[in-house]
């Protein structure tokens, strides 16, 4: 036993001794890497989620912080690239996710951390995990669910509700002050891009966001590389639930007087594909059953427009007859190829009577005229467009869009026209024309992707060539007096056939290649090339009393034309995450050259050069808080009438002689945009300024001849001019109250112009004030009871240099409200009502009424989902609608007055059928969706 001991003692004395190390040198360590890891989280719609807690933890790391206001956190002085995510946040299901990264990076920029929603139901908690405006790169999104509805209201009754949105009741929609010209549902065109079809039969419960966007065309869209000025677009993104089913919603209405209106809207969904059938047949008064957002929800209205402000009320005067169905299918067509085709007819017979006076300016005197007129326009369209999207594989996408319209309109005019002073004359006449419009193109874009990530190049190729035929007959019984004697110079007829006919071919060719410098940078390079030309036919003949056409030679032509223009763009772009800004240099040669055919050829050829900065900056402090400014500038060139050298006395009593020596105007574009909205307050700031300076524009120069009986008529010259500018500002201001019962909106636009005229060959200075200034309450205290009160004032100034024109200030103050009372129980049972009192100040006493106009409803809705409601509305109730129009350009102001029958009764039933099924599945998973609500198959 104890010789075993001693074995064991031994044994481990020698292993120690063995593993003793020699003496060691300090060897100072390294020091840890630090490292920023930052990211996002979002919930299943892709909204962030602000407050959510978020914690990272390794061996070397236990860290935690919450999300800011745009679901963003970020942790500093990191230790370790391998951690452990976990996040929480109320009403969503926690996430743990383990995450190993490159060591080497001082900066980790995570994957967006997605959160699910909890199944568990909260009683009385409202978890809001976005805010309701997010303002990104080129978009304006609005949060849907934020913003509550009647069931079964449309989407314009939910556009009713955001701040910054003006809606008319003709489906006409303005966001922070600029017009709004398409539709799109889910990334695509809906109902050809008609924007009043689709917010007016689209139901808002499908509505998941409201994105309006920046447009600068489909190349722009897959390359990033903008060029020239966008259109405002509005984009509607469905709900995930409401992806799969079937709608219908169908209304019929009679009234007295011959006044009708019917809607259908049928539609399918699945996901990406979408089938509609919708249909409006209307017979109805303008400006009161379809007036603008001028006019406010009210009825009828006073307008006042200034040429040069481009301000005015919605809506005309005078009845009209519409139908204008469309058939619009989209689909996948497996995982490469989507289509999207479109058919639209529009019928529009508009019959009006307008009375007119006014005033016209020149360096010889001034000519005062009355004008009674009566009118009946027809007008009808087709118009068919076809999309088809092939995705060829990863690197390669082809877009081909065919496209065709007809269009054709009947007019027949009759009027009495009283001039005196400079011009004292009688004209009695009647005319008539008849025009036909066919129109076909299409679109051809081709994009490849390189394998360097962000490097690519697209080709995209635009031909379109319309054929204009146009019929006019004039018959005109003109009185010459001497001076301002009731002596009669001269008793003439005049009796005339015109034909013209326009042949318009465009072709524009556009490439654009990507080189990525880093991460933040890359250079854009953009050639383009735009050909418009023009055949141009126009015959005037004299019926003689056999009622047989004789062609003038000297009142005929036959001109053709072209213009050319080639756009050499390069641009630097540097981008980082709160800001990016874009700097670079455009070319621009134009070529306009042209013959004249009539009376020996008469050659015109024109040059020109101009060099364009390319200039766009933008700075985010959040989602919710930007600002930009941007710069682009664009040639135009002179049109038909303008640039033909030949006498066109089509009109006797105002000729026209066109410039050949005309240059293109060009056109310098700065635009400016704050947007700031403060969630926790909902408070919405929205402000823009836009500057635009012409140089080489074109500008008419009236010049007062005599004719063989010694009395003045108007000539009708052309010119280039420089120093034309405009300068327009607006702002908007929108306040939400007690959970959005109450909202306050203020909007306000200030418009400077600048122009010049000519008159007898003398400047004419132009200076336009405009000031608008509009303050809107939406009150919602209770479930029965909306109130919308509504007031504005504007003032438009015109001031002219020549000493015989006559200033004009018009001053308006508009009263509007509109509400709605909801009784029983259910609150089935509606009362609505809607008025507007207009004071107008500066126009002829003739015209201006000031109208009182009262609008009426009541309804009751039936069965148990609502969707069955019968209404009754009556139209100006008191009779007294009327449309006031003023009209100022650099020579002339022209007051009208259109008065229509506007007092009519209507008695409607209207229903609204769906059934949802949810949302598109693949191998039983939901499908993903890009930012434009379109689904990834």
């Not at 967006?112 to 990104?136: C, F, H, M, Q, R």
């Not at 010119?719 to 007690?738: E, M, R």
């Amino acid at each position: 036993m104890k010789q075993t001991l001693l074995c064991l003692l031994f044994f481990c004395f020698s292993a120690a001794f063995a593993q003793t190390a020699p003496p060691r040198t300090n060897v100072v360590k390294p020091p840890l890497a630090l490292r920023e890891v930052s990211g996002i989280v979002k919930d299943s719609t892709d909204n962030a989620v602000s407050g959510a807690t978020v914690k990272l933890k390794s061996a070397t790391d236990s860290l935690i912080t919450t999300t800011n206001s745009d679901g963003i956190f970020v942790f500093k002085n990191v230790k370790s690239a391998t951690f452990v995510m976990s996040v929480s946040s109320v009403g969503f299901r926690p996430l743990v996710k383990r995450l190993l990264n490159n060591d080497v990076l001082p900066r980790l920029v995570l994957d967006p951390l997605v959160l699910n929603s909890s199944s568990k139901e909260l009683d009385e908690v409202v978890i809001n995990g976005a805010a309701s405006i997010t303002y990104k790169t080129d978009t304006v999104e609005y949060k849907a669910s934020d913003y509550k509805v009647r069931p079964n209201a449309t989407v314009d009754e939910l556009l009713k509700k955001m701040e910054g949105m003006e809606v008319g009741t003709d489906g006409s929609v303005t966001h922070q002050g600029q017009a709004i010209t398409k539709a799109k549902l889910n990334g695509k065109e809906y109902a050809g891009g008609d924007l009043a079809q689709a917010i007016q039969s689209l139901g808002a419960d499908i509505v998941d966001k409201i994105q309006v966007v920046d447009d600068y065309g489909d190349q722009a869209a897959r390359t990033g590389i903008k060029d020239g000025d966008p259109q405002k677009v509005l984009n509607i993104t469905t709900k995930a639930d409401r992806s799969v089913g079937n709608t219908a919603r169908i209304s019929a209405g009679a009234g007295n007087d011959g006044r009708y209106e019917s809607r259908v809207a049928l539609a399918r969904t699945n996901g990406n594909q979408v089938i509609s059938v919708i249909g409006n047949f209307n017979n109805t008064v303008n400006g009161v059953a379809s007036t603008g957002i001028a006019g406010g929800s009210a009825g009828g209205n006073n307008a006042v427009s200034t040429g040069n402000s481009g301000g005015g009320g919605g809506g005309s005067g005078g009845t009209t007859t519409s139908n204008n169905p469309s058939i619009s299918y989209r689909d996948q067509w497996g995982k490469k190829i989507q289509v999207n085709m479109n058919y639209r007819y529009n019928s529009r017979h508009v019959n009006s009577t307008n009375i007119s006076d006014g005033e016209r300016y020149s360096t010889l005197g001034t000519t005062f005229f009355k004008s009674n007129r009566a009118s009946q326009n027809n007008s009808d369209s087709h118009n068919f467009s076809f999309e088809l999207e092939y995705n060829i594989d990863s690197a390669n996408f082809l877009r081909v869009t065919p496209s065709f319209s007809y269009s054709g309109s009947v007019s027949e005019n009759n009027s009495t026209n009283y001039q005196t002073g400079l011009i004292h004359q009688d004209i009695l006449g009647s005319t008539s024309s008849h025009n036909t419009n066919p129109n076909y193109g299409g679109i051809v874009f081709y994009q490849h992707i390189f394998k360097k990530p962000r490097r690519n190049f697209s080709i995209q190729v635009n031909y379109n060539t319309a054929d204009q035929e146009q019929e006019n007959t004039q018959n005109n019984h003109i009185i010459y007096y001497q001076d301002a004697s009731s002596n009669v110079l001269k008793d003439s007829l005049v009796n005339r056939y015109i034909t013209r006919s326009n042949l318009t071919k465009n072709l524009r060719t556009s490439m654009t290649y990507v080189e990525p410098l880093s991460q933040s940078s890359q250079l854009e390079f953009n050639t383009q090339m735009n050909y418009r030309g023009y055949d141009n036919e126009a015959l005037t003949n004299n019926i003689d009393v056999a009622g047989r056409p004789v062609v003038i030679d000297s009142l005929s032509n036959i001109f053709n034309y072209s213009f050319t223009e080639v756009r050499i763009a390069a641009n630097y772009r540097f981008t980082k995450p709160k800001y990016n800004f874009s700097l670079g240099l455009t070319a621009v040669p134009t070529l306009l050259e042209g013959t004249k055919v009539t009376g020996g050829n008469i050659d015109t050829r024109r040059t020109n050069f101009n060099l364009i900065p390319i200039a766009r900056f933008q700075y985010a402090w959040s989602r919710q808080q930007r600002v930009s400014i941007n710069y682009s500038g664009s040639p135009t060139e002179p049109s038909f009438n303008q640039i033909q050298p030949v006498r066109d006395e089509s009109n006797p009593q105002n000729p026209v002689v066109g410039n050949p020596n005309l240059k293109p105007a060009f056109r310098h574009n700065i635009a400016a945009q704050y947007n700031n909205y403060i969630a926790n307050s909902k408070l919405n700031l929205s402000a823009n300024v836009n500057t635009s300076i012409i140089s080489n524009q074109i500008v008419t120069n009236t010049v007062q001849i005599k004719d063989n009986l010694n009395t003045f008529k108007n000539e009708t010259r052309f010119v280039n001019l420089s120093g034309i500018y405009t300068v327009n500002g607006n702002y908007n201001i929108a306040k939400q109250l007690a959970d959005r019962k109450y909202n306050l909106s203020l909007i306000g636009n200030v418009t400077y112009g600048h122009g010049i005229s000519m008159s007898n060959n003398e400047e004419n200075v132009t200076t336009t004030w405009r000031f608008n200034e509009r303050f809107g309450p939406r009150i919602n205290p209770n479930e029965s009871i909306e109130v919308n009160p509504f007031v504005a004032y504007d003032v438009a100034r015109t001031l002219y240099t020549l000493p015989r024109s006559t200033n004009t200030n018009v001053r308006t103050l508009s009263m509007n409200i509109d509400g709605k009372f909801y009784f029983l129980e259910d609150k089935t049972f509606t009362v609505g009502y809607n008025a507007s009192k207009n004071y107008v100040k500066g126009i002829s006493n003739n015209l201006s009424r000031n109208p009182l106009v009262i609008n009426a409803f009541i309804e009751k809705n039936f069965l148990k989902k609502r969707n069955l409601t019968v209404n009754l509305q009556v139209f100006d109730i008191l009779k007294q609608n009327n449309f006031v129009n003023q009209v100022t350009t650099e020579n002339s102001v022209t007051n009208t007055l259109t008065n229509a029958l506007s007092r009519y009764f209507m008695l409607s039933v209207r229903t609204n059928l769906q059934k949802w099924t949810g949302s598109p599945r693949r191998n039983g998973q939901e499908l993903r969706r890009r930012g434009d609500g379109s689904f990834i198959q």
